[in-house]
């Protein structure tokens, strides 16, 4: 016991304890057809994704009489147990939101909560994830899904991403760079101070840039959609990708109304699953999905995925949060460079790249792009420093 996090009243206790023989996708009274999405109203898009896809029957329980306020908490823990089963078989380490559980511990009318490794963010990505599930929810009650679809008939058309970086690639014989827009991080503080995102966009673009990456958390990364839309309507040529850490299908939408062209997606949270889901709305909206990956199971997921064009490797340890190059080399060995080839994926390369040899050292692993942002964006002219990365102007 470390201590509580949380005193609040409640109603008494709920009678009903699953046990080992309580299904994991069943619910109190409630009867689950993965093949409707109205089925679990506190469904993630996780679990409406497997709603979408799943070709599981359904599972009925007998009902089971509990104060409604104690049931809709027992839909949610168990909701959260089918999703934490679904990455724990695919090696995912990033949990959605804190596992908690039904309310355990009660005196007279209050519950109490207790501050636990279920509870507690096991890494800075981790806890990012956390808050931003709840942000999004704001979010989605200010401005539903319909209200953005809406707004998406104003939006500027895309560009082509992928594109950007192939042609870049091919005119320069180095891989296309993806500069990114950012003015902190949780690892290094803030970055610049006199942070002006459409001066540091244009001053990319005179560099050489190819495409632009726009950092939209706000807490954790000093960013906002505001920057993202202030550089689209700048009329800064470069195709957007909007750096967000994205837990729910409403922020593709937002993102897309905001004038992104591209949206990250990373492995370490979403399930295969997800992943599918949210590349297909990507393709409907006409942007370009670039989904994240970390280590050789990740990129094994990703893989196996169909219609993957854009991965990314970051080369930082969610763990130790160490940055180390050397892993994209390992992650592109082997039977992995014959299957990217195959399918035509433009790889990424991410994170610790600081001088031409390191451009050089993942190009030569089978980077076609790389995305970076510290070495660059804290030098007094953005422009010069990407001449400084690759050791030559790569503007003309």
Same mark, same amino acid.
């Given at each position: 016991m470390e201590g509580l996090v949380s005193l609040r009243a409640t109603i008494p206790p709920v009678t009903h304890r699953p046990n080992k023989f309580t299904p994991r996708n069943s619910i109190p009274g409630i009867t689950i057809n993965f093949r409707t999405r109205k089925s679990v109203p506190?469904?993630?898009?996780?679990?409406?994704?497997?709603? *979408? !896809?799943?070709?599981?029957?359904?599972?009925?329980?007998?009902?089971?009489?509990?104060? $409604?306020?104690?049931? %809709?908490? &027992?839909?949610?823990w168990e909701v959260g147990m089918f999703q934490d089963e679904v990455a724990a078989s695919q090696g995912i380490r990033i949990r959605r939101r804190p596992w908690t559980g039904?309310?355990?511990?009660?005196?007279?009318?209050?519950?109490?909560?207790?501050?636990?490794?279920?509870?507690?963010?096991?890494?800075? *990505? !981790?806890?990012i994830i956390w808050h931003k599930d709840k942000e999004v929810a704001?979010?989605? $009650?200010?401005?539903? %899904?319909? &209200?953005?679809?809406?707004?998406?008939?104003?939006?500027?058309?895309?560009?082509?991403?992928?594109?950007?970086?192939?042609?870049?690639?091919?005119?320069?014989?180095?891989?296309?760079?993806?500069?990114?827009?950012?003015?902190?991080?949780?690892?290094r503080g803030i970055l610049r101070e006199d942070f002006d995102p459409v001066e540091i966009a244009q001053a990319y673009e005179r560099g050489g840039a190819a495409c632009l990456s726009v950092l939209t958390d706000e807490?954790?990364?000093?960013?906002?959609?505001?920057?993202?839309e202030l550089i689209r309507k700048a009329g800064v040529k470069c195709p957007l990708l909007c750096k967000e850490f994205v837990v729910d299908a409403w922020q593709i939408y937002n993102a897309r109304a905001k004038g992104a062209d591209a949206i990250l997606l990373i492995a370490a949270v979403l399930p295969d699953l997800d992943i599918k889901y949210m590349s297909k709305i990507c393709k409907l909206l006409g942007l370009?999905?670039?989904?994240?990956?970390?280590?050789?199971?990740?990129?094994?997921?990703?893989?196996?995925i169909d219609g993957i064009e854009l991965i990314g490797i970051n080369n930082r340890n969610l763990e130790t949060f160490e940055v180390d190059i050397s892993n994209t080399k390992k992650l592109l060995e082997g039977e992995r460079s014959q299957r990217i080839r195959e399918k035509d994926i433009i790889v990424v390369g991410e994170s610790g790249l600081f001088t031409p040899d390191d451009i050089a050292f993942v190009q030569e692993a089978g980077v076609r792009a790389v995305l970076v942002g510290e070495s660059i964006v804290k030098q007094s002219d953005p422009g010069k420093g990407i001449t400084g990365l690759f050791g030559k102007d790569i503007s003309s």
């Open positions: 506190f469904a993630s898009s996780s679990i409406r994704a497997q709603q *979408l !896809e799943s070709e599981d029957s359904s599972a009925t329980v007998a009902p089971v009489t509990v104060p $409604e306020e104690d049931a %809709l908490k &027992v839909k949610e039904p309310p355990l511990h009660y005196v007279g009318p209050f519950e109490f909560r207790l501050q636990n490794e279920g509870n507690t963010p096991r890494n800075i *990505l !981790e806890e704001k979010f989605r $009650e200010r401005r539903s %899904l319909s &209200v953005l679809h809406k707004e998406l008939e104003n939006a500027p058309p895309t560009r082509d991403f992928i594109g950007a970086l192939k042609e870049a690639n091919m005119r320069t014989g180095m891989p296309g760079l993806i500069a990114e827009v950012k003015k902190a991080s949780p690892s807490k954790y990364f000093k960013g906002s959609f505001e920057n993202l370009a999905a670039l989904v994240e990956v970390h280590d050789e199971r990740e990129m094994d997921r990703v893989l196996g």
